[in-house]
């Protein structure tokens, strides 16, 4: 079973940048692709970033584009199978929410679902506040 671990949200201002991380650790013969996705007080959980299993392919959605940035470290360490980040900047306080990271099981190398609920495996949610 894979098992996410997100950290790095916190307080900024408008125009500053945050990286959040999610160290993923589980079987290593399944192969995932994972996703950031947020949700503000109020509103629908919707998905911010998506990377493919082979990492080579992202997906944005139209409000952070040129803006966040999903890379995936895959150095096996400490029983880490992985690192997903999400470079967060020209933070604006439309971004205020909790992020997730997710993971999707996956055998095509080149697809990112976008739909939340093909996510089998979820974080606990790190807050992030931006200040006007």
């Known amino acids: 079973q894979e098992q996410l671990v997100e950290s790095g949200g916190g307080l900024v201002q408008a125009g500053d940048s945050l990286r959040l991380s999610c160290a993923a650790s589980?079987?290593?013969?399944?192969?995932?692709?994972e996703a950031w996705f947020r949700q503000a007080p109020g509103k629908e959980r919707e998905i911010v970033a998506g990377i493919s299993w082979s990492s080579t392919r992202m997906f944005y959605a139209d409000s952070v584009k040129g803006r966040f940035t999903i890379s995936r470290d895959n150095a096996d360490r400490d029983n880490v199978m992985n690192t997903v980040y999400l470079q967060m900047d020209s933070l604006k306080p439309d971004d205020t929410a909790v992020y997730f990271c997710?993971?999707?099981?996956?055998?095509?190398?080149?697809?990112?679902?976008?739909?939340?609920?093909?996510?089998?495996?979820w974080g606990q949610g790190t807050q992030v506040t931006v200040s006007s």
């Open positions: 997710a993971a999707a099981a996956s055998t095509d190398p080149w697809r990112v679902p976008e739909d939340g609920g093909e996510y089998e495996y």
């Open positions: 589980g079987r290593t013969d399944i192969r995932y692709a």
